[in-house]
């Protein structure tokens, strides 16, 4: 049997990470799974995960830093 302390029964679970919603550039609706694909001056594209692999974007994040000129 195994024994818990009252601390531990007392803790609600962990809540998932907060997801927001944004528009998917790609095939132009909302999605939960958006996530910025296009980051230049002027414009911010976002895509789902299902057009990321579809057209093979990669995120924001992974790309490599550029330097301006």
């Not at 609706?29 to 990321?52: H, I, K």
Request: net charge neutral; proline share 12%.
């Amino acid at each position: 049997m195994k024994s818990t302390s009252k601390a531990q029964a007392d803790e609600p679970p962990p809540s998932p990470p907060v997801a927001g919603i944004a528009w998917c550039a790609r095939h132009e609706s909302y999605s939960n799974t958006a996530r910025l694909v296009r980051d230049s001056s002027g414009a911010r594209l976002f895509a789902c995960s299902s057009c990321r692999e579809a057209y093979d974007l990669p995120l924001v994040g992974d790309q490599p830093c550029t330097p301006a000129s």
